[in-house]
């Protein structure tokens, strides 16, 4: 569970040091302060949870400091601290914004009492967030159709990283569903009840995404006009997602890698870093090894968040899967669009299962939600399913696979006319005995394998050995 932060603000060194010991034993985390300059300085550096100050202390009164922190932090709840003559000040207190006020002195009941309230709306409003989370994330398992054989042995080892901490990079082309298998892990972790944060790397621009990332502190650029959690601070205690990290900047890498090594982050203009335990989970659709050799992407990154690599295949390889996505998908439209739609005809699912999907199973999600908003029967017919002719797909070929088939051809040609005579067959090749060897080698063909292939030539086998050597 996440410690919540409290800061605490008193003169008395006494209270000071013994609302420390009580808070740290109630499980919060607290930072002491013994003045008002020394609060305020602190609170624009780091987030806190609840603030407890004093109404009276030496340098500022506590009204102002409550005030300054409310700049800072506009929805912390404060408490103030005092004694029994200053009752009417703490009510001014609380028509300025505290939360409530303790009377000194006060005893270990009081004070739990008072804190479990101020912090119940932010402790509900997280919790809101977090059921929000974890509906997605149980809506998200429903898309994972395991059927093949592919998707079968990812699951399985999904399963058996979820529960540790290692950090974990999923590859795959656009739209395979990798945030999926992200959540599916997050949720069978020991992390499942922690937030599951998720950030596109590509639609963040660069000035940016330092202080998404990291936070910032007030002031610490044109237009901070107050402190803000980063994303890393916003998953403590849970999952980062950082979808397309092969989009990071570049000048930005060497400080991800510091917070991934050190579990620690330091807000923009923060003078000191903040630790956080998050469990970090990335993915690419880039070759990165690739981009490591064309320097914009750096090695020791790399290798960092590639302790647990995990390949999703695209859609064409677990066909298997598209009837049950298909027929999944189909469902779900339905339903929002209020149709009863039963399923697909025969002619339609053929369609589907012979289509290539670069755009993998989002496309497939699209597809059918377009078909459902065109349908006026209850099955869905061919015709609403709009994907490119089977029998035309994937037929274009790329220079090397045709230039490759065209020499295969051609020597299987040359080794038919000559009957498997390499000599002559090289001869009407305009090559090398040696080189003609090796493209026969390349290609898998033996002249013995030609129908009316002659005799072996008389030092044929020693020149082939030669040859091959």
Same mark, same amino acid.
């Given at each position: ?309 995990? &390949?999703?295949?695209?859609? =064409?390889? +677990?066909? %298997?899967?598209?009837? #049950? /996505?298909?027929?999944?998908? $189909? ?94 067959? &090289?001869?009407?090749?305009? =090559?090398? +005995?040696? %080189?003609?060897?090796? #493209? /026969?080698?390349?290609?898998? $063909? ?24």
């Amino acid at each position: 569970m996440v410690q919540e932060r409290i800061l605490v603000v008193d003169d008395d060194q006494g209270l000071l040091r013994l609302l420390n010991m009580r808070l740290t034993a109630m499980g919060f985390t607290v930072t002491s302060c013994a003045s008002g300059e020394e609060a305020i300085a602190v609170a624009r550096r780091e987030v806190f949870d609840l603030a407890i100050t004093d109404l009276r202390l030496p340098d500022r009164d506590g009204l102002e400091v409550m005030q300054e922190l409310l700049l800072v932090h506009p929805s912390l709840p404060v408490l103030i601290l005092t004694a029994h003559g200053s009752i009417p000040n703490a009510v001014q207190a609380m028509q300025k914004g505290a939360y409530g006020y303790l009377t000194k002195p006060f005893d270990d009941k009081e004070l739990t009492v008072c804190i479990e309230k101020a912090l119940a709306q932010l402790r509900m409003t997280r919790e809101i967030q977090r059921l929000k989370l974890l509906v997605k994330e149980l809506y998200g398992l429903e898309n994972v159709v395991a059927r093949s054989q592919k998707m079968q042995t990812l699951l399985q080892q999904a399963a058996q990283v979820a529960d540790t901490d290692a950090t974990i990079c999923l590859s795959g082309e656009t739209g395979t569903g990798k945030e999926v298998i992200a959540r599916v892990i997050h949720c069978n972790s020991r992390r499942a009840r922690g937030p599951f944060i998720a950030i596109n790397c590509g639609a963040i621009p660069e000035t940016l995404f330092e202080s998404e990332l990291f936070g910032h502190v007030k002031g610490a650029f044109t237009g901070a006009q107050g402190s803000k959690r980063g994303l890393f601070q916003s998953a403590n205690g849970g999952t980062l997602f950082l979808d397309e990290i092969g989009e990071m900047p570049f000048n930005l890498q060497v400080k991800l890698l510091r917070a991934i090594q050190e579990r620690e982050v330091r807000a923009v203009g923060a003078e000191s870093a903040t630790k956080v335990d998050v469990r970090i989970i990335t993915a690419t659709n880039k070759d990165l090894a690739q981009a490591v050799k064309n320097g914009t992407f750096r090695e020791d990154l790399y290798y960092r968040i590639q302790v647990v690599p995990l &390949a999703v295949p695209p859609l =064409r390889e +677990r066909r %298997d899967d598209i009837p #049950l /996505l298909a027929q999944h998908f $189909l469902q779900q439209s339905a339903r929002r669009m209020d149709k009863n739609i039963r399923g697909f005809l025969p002619d339609a699912m053929q369609k589907l299962m012979l289509y290539s999907w670069p755009g993998n199973v989002r496309e497939l999600e699209n597809l059918i939600e377009k078909s459902v908003v065109l349908a006026t029967e209850d099955v869905i017919a061919a015709d609403l399913i709009a994907v490119a002719n089977p029998s035309t797909e994937g037929q274009v070929k790329t220079l090397t696979e045709a230039r490759e088939a065209f020499e295969r051809g051609y020597l299987k040609d040359l080794l038919e006319l000559t009957g498997g005579n390499i000599s002559r067959a &090289a001869q009407l090749a305009g =090559r090398y +005995r040696a %080189d003609f060897y090796k #493209l /026969l080698k390349k290609y898998g $063909l033996h002249p013995g394998d030609t129908k009316g292939a002659q005799e072996a030539e008389p030092g044929k086998a020693v020149e082939q050995s030669s040859a091959e050597a």
